[in-house]
């Protein structure tokens, strides 16, 4: 993607056991990488139990997902992930031309 006076670079993180669809935003003329939750450390054996989950949340997710079917839950998560990929992006783009507009 480019401005015109910028360029930012999408890469996919292969081989990411966290998740398959992790990018990173490369910034070439700058030299600048940016990733975002690409860390996914081992399991601690001493770290705390997890708190059980809210019932009302369980079935508040399980009438949604009733209620759009296979489909509609399908194209809701692929929705949900397209808005805050463009949200991010948007977040990295201000973020880098304010610094290079601070210059």
């Keep these: 993607m480019t401005d015109g006076n910028h360029v930012i670079e999408l890469h996919r993180m292969v081989g990411s056991n966290h998740n398959a669809g992790l ?6 003329k700058e030299k ?3 990733e975002a939750d690409g ?11 997890a708190s059980p989950v809210n019932p ?19 194209v809701l998560v692929r ?7 463009c949200i991010g992006i948007e ?10 507009g601070a210059r």
Excluded at 23 to 28: D, M
Excluded at 79 to 85: D, P
Excluded at 91 to 99: C, D, K, T
């Design 32 to 34: 600048i990488l940016v």
């Design 56 to 74: 009302n949340t369980v079935n508040l997710a399980e009438n949604i997902a009733r209620l759009l079917g296979a489909t509609g839950l399908e």
């Design 91 to 100: 977040i990295i783009w201000n973020g880098y031309s304010a610094l290079v």
């Design 39 to 49: 860390f996914n450390p081992p399991a601690q054996a001493n770290a705390p139990v």
């Design 23 to 28: 990018l990173v935003a490369y910034l070439p």
């Design 79 to 85: 929705l949900s992930a397209f808005i805050l990929m």
